[in-house]
């Protein structure tokens, strides 16, 4: 069983008291100055974003195979079998990938520190380890967000959908999207128009390189073979011509 | 003796001015981090930094593996004199891209992390892993020099029992990374513009580093020719651009092949900046490549001389599209570098061939292969017209 989080965006009212609950989690400051960055950032790991009437959240998708976890060099980051995935912050050397290869722009970095990390949500994983909620889904006063396990808001939202067809885009977001993410949504209009990335492919990125990375041990040892045949071929030859060169 | 100062030219200058920017530039990264040296952001992670110092960086040095694949592996001697040189380049450039790494990591303290802690998942482990051996490599290949400039013959001869294995590792450690350094963006297919975004990536990348490896043998033969004095070797070089010639030829219709296949040519008839950096990213690889089909033009300095840097312009500009061009539309970001980024890089540029410079004056580089083939031999080969150019 995975953890996950349902936004529906239908019964969002735009308080921002999750983006209040996420700060004191993490002991970010939080003012009505960065309230009104409808931004993720590093000192703001999740946002509320405003598309005419309606809201819309920003946050780690939490997908089964995520690409920061796939790229990131030193393992710094990992799904964990709860579903967030986290962040070791003590391997991390700052090289980015993470950002660079993230489909939802998600990973964000400590630009202005001169010992910097990178920040994103990690689904709260220490309270959910320890039975409570997430604290943007504990303090959200209309239910909008939402804190339980995948399959049973995965059976909630099409519930949703199923009881008040004409309320709801007929979709849920994050199903298939990227392999299937833990952050599900639910809209009254198409994603794209409370700012969800639909051109984001279908299957799992890190399939992409692994296709390739998986060729290495094939290339080296092919590789090995034929070099070190041409170069037996080329220096025998060279050999022979040595010893012959004389006699001519 | 009478101590002298060195006398002021206009390139002395130019190099002070870039040097004492870059030491200015290296002050504000150290002191104001990332955030205040760079114009990078949340949605522009990787700039100028990446896109040139490292990928430009490693594949201007591919002309170390390709000419010990050429010399030592494939036995073609005739190569022999720019052997050297080509090694000397491919580790200098090396060791500027740690250096440069070590300005664009978040931690540069923690570089060495990828040793220990693993993740084969990743390429950048890979290129990682990859690249510190192979500085490794390159660092064995050069040191003979070292070793003959002082007399050193025991270790000479340790170096030369390993060096068959060596060379073998030297050049499939590079395969593995050149390739790699084009499946780092395997990863973003809805970012990168589709003028650029392909599966064979890592191919393309591979193909285009042993042109321009060749490219920059050439280029650096004709600069120490002309700062030492010495002849320049235009049969070999002549020769070895008609390789270029046929590896920028596939490389180009592979190109056109892949944009085929992903039909992408409707793309080109936008108006917009990834068209016109498309268009001269092609141009500068198309022109040489279709100009030293000729005869004259292989065999005249000048004219191959500018072919080569149209070559590496053309590279230049490939990896800087990938970089940053082809990454701008796909992350609602613009990015142009911040002065400081530039400083840093043209300082390491510039540093680059300041080191090449003082190394090929005092070590044997260039003299210790040119010793062997009297120059009576090469005027013979210059001649002889079906052999060479």
Redesign the interface.
């Known amino acids: 069983m995975s953890r996950a989080i349902l936004y529906d965006s239908t019964l969002c009212i735009g308080c921002k008291a999750c983006e209040g609950g996420c700060a004191e989690r993490w002991g970010l400051p939080y003012d009505d100055k960065i309230a009104a960055e409808e931004r993720i950032s590093a000192h703001k790991l999740t946002a509320v974003e405003t598309h005419g009437e309606r809201y819309s959240r920003r946050l780690c998708m939490h997908y089964a195979e995520p690409t920061c976890a796939s790229v990131c060099p030193v393992g710094a980051l990992q799904k964990t079998s709860l579903g967030p995935v986290v962040y070791d912050a003590e391997k991390c050397m700052g090289c980015r990938y993470c950002l660079q290869a993230c489909p939802f722009q998600v990973p964000t970095y400590e630009w202005n520190k001169r010992l910097p990390k990178m920040r994103k949500c990690d689904m709260c994983y220490e309270r959910q380890n320890q039975g409570k909620q997430t604290a943007c889904a504990e303090v959200c006063p209309t239910g909008a967000t939402k804190n339980g396990e995948r399959d049973q808001l995965l059976a909630e939202a099409r519930q949703r959908i199923a009881e008040k067809p004409g309320q709801y885009y007929g979709k849920i977001y994050g199903v298939k999207e990227v392999g299937g993410t833990s952050v599900l949504f639910l809209s009254a209009v198409p994603f794209e128009q409370i700012g969800l990335r639909t051109n984001v492919p279908m299957e799992a990125l890190p399939d992409l390189t692994w296709r390739v990375l998986d060729l290495t041990p094939d290339i080296v040892s092919t590789g090995s073979v034929l070099l070190g045949g041409i170069w037996w071929i080329t220096n025998r030859r060279g050999e022979v011509a040595r010893k012959e060169g004389p006699r001519k | 003796m009478k101590l002298k100062l060195p006398k002021i030219t206009v390139w002395r200058a130019i190099f002070a001015v870039i040097l004492l920017s870059g030491l200015y530039a290296t002050c504000l990264r ?7 040296a760079t114009n ?4 522009f ?2 700039g100028l930094w990446i896109g040139f110092d490292v990928l430009c960086g490693v594949g201007l040095a591919a002309g170390g593996f390709t000419l010990v ?1 050429i010399v ?4 073609i ?1 005739r190569y022999k004199p720019i052997l050297r040189p080509a090694i000397l380049t491919a580790f200098l450039g090396y060791s500027l891209v740690v250096v440069a790494l070590l300005y ?5 303290d ?2 060495w ?2 040793l220990i ?12 892993w990859c690249v510190t051996l192979y500085t490794t490599v390159l660092f064995l290949e050069f040191i003979p020099v070292v070793f003959e400039k002082f007399g050193w013959h025991k270790p000479l001869g340790w170096i030369h029992n390993i060096s ?1 294995p060596l ?2 590792a030297g ?2 450690l590079s ?2 990374h050149q ?2 350094l084009g ?2 963006y ?6 990168l513009y589709p003028l650029w975004y392909s ?1 064979i990536l ?1 191919l393309l990348f591979y193909i285009s580093a042993i042109a321009v490896g060749l490219s920059m043998t050439i280029f650096e033969s004709w600069h120490s020719s002309r700062a030492f004095g010495r002849a320049l070797e235009l049969p070999l070089l002549a020769s070895m651009a008609r390789v270029l010639a046929v590896l920028m030829s596939a490389y180009l219709w592979i190109r056109f092949l892949d944009l085929a296949h992903q039909h992408a040519f409707p793309l080109l008839l936008r108006n917009r900046t990834e068209t016109w950096l498309f268009a001269l990213e092609i141009a500068l690889m198309a022109v040489p490549t279709a100009l030293l089909y000729q005869r004259k033009v292989r065999m005249s300095p000048g004219a191959l001389y500018a072919c080569a840097v149209m070559v590496l312009f053309g590279f230049i500009a490939n990896r800087l599209n990938v970089a940053v061009t082809g990454m701008e539309a796909g ?2 970001a613009h990015y142009i570098p911040k002065w400081t980024e530039v400083a840093v890089t043209l300082s390491i540029v510039g540093a680059g061939f300041a080191i090449f410079r003082v190394i090929a004056q005092y070590f044997p580089i260039f003299e210790a292969h040119s010793q062997q083939h009297a120059p009576r031999k090469m005027a013979e080969t210059e001649a002889d017209s079906v052999a060479v150019g």
């Open positions: 150290v002191l104001y981090g990332l955030g205040g990078l952001s949340d949605r992670p990787w694949a030592h592996i494939f036995n001697e664009d990591l978040g931690r540069p923690r570089i992390h990828p802690m693993w993740n084969p998942h990743s390429v950048m482990f890979e290129v990682a068959v060379m073998i050049v499939l395969t593995l390739s790699s499946s780092l395997l990863i973003v297919p809805e970012k599966p890592p992350s609602g």
